[in-house]
């Protein structure tokens, strides 16, 4: 028993370490404007969960809004939510065992919504007691989306609607997050078809 929880303690560091350390890719923004809004119009950035880490992507949304031409306040009738959400993908690969599997649904720091699978035996992949027999493709990457609303509340209606979505092997998914906040912000107010943009 104590062989089997070193090697599930050293398969599972293993499987963190290489998701905080590999690069970020492209990702892309899709929005739909239903309204036209006025140049320099003044807007409310209200997050759907006032967690802390949500409040600090308030604060770059405001930055970045204002960067945008955009006005801040805490009370207009302009109000743009935001909501964050992810999908851990797998590790698999060839000359590699897939032993661990996470999956996360709708938070960023796992809690309940993550599940961790350990593969003890597979004919194909192999598992934690044996190799396997075929080679495997990288497996699937972890996808972010970052989706805002601006609504008026005054008229009642949705006004503007844009989203952000990227896929990577591995990355710190709040930075990933703050890093997409300027190009989701130049995108409000506007029709955009996938656009594509680059996480630095």
């Known amino acids: 028993m104590g062989k089997l929880t070193r090697t599930l303690t050293t ?3 293993l499987t963190a370490t290489a998701f905080s350390s590999a690069l970020a890719g492209d990702g892309q923004i899709n929005a739909v404007a239903f309204k036209s809004i006025q140049a320099g119009a003044t807007i ?6 006032n967690s802390d880490e949500n409040m600090v992507i308030k604060q770059d949304f405001e930055k970045a809004l204002r960067d945008a031409g955009f006005s801040i306040s805490d009370n207009s009738p302009l109000v743009l939510t935001f909501e964050t959400r992810g999908e851990l993908g797998s590790w698999g690969g060839q000359d590699r065992r897939s ?5 996360n649904q709708g938070s960023w720091d796992g809690g309940d919504n993550t599940t961790a699978k350990l593969n003890i035996f597979n004919s194909s992949r192999g598992g934690l ?3 396997g027999d075929q080679h495997q493709g990288e497996g699937t990457k972890s996808k972010y989306r970052l989706d805002v609303t601006l609504d008026d509340r005054e008229a009642k209606r949705r006004v503007w609607h844009g989203w952000a979505v990227t896929e990577v092997s591995a990355a710190d998914s709040h930075s990933l997050t703050r890093s997409m906040v300027p190009f989701v912000a130049k995108a409000v107010g506007k029709t955009v078809r996938k ?6």
Not at 44 to 49: C, Q
């Open 11 to 13: 398969a599972i560091f």
């Open 44 to 49: 409310t950035v209200s997050p759907l969960d």
């Open 99 to 103: 032993v661990v599997e996470l999956t």
């Open 129 to 131: 007691v044996n190799e």
């Open 195 to 200: 656009e594509t943009f680059n996480i630095k």
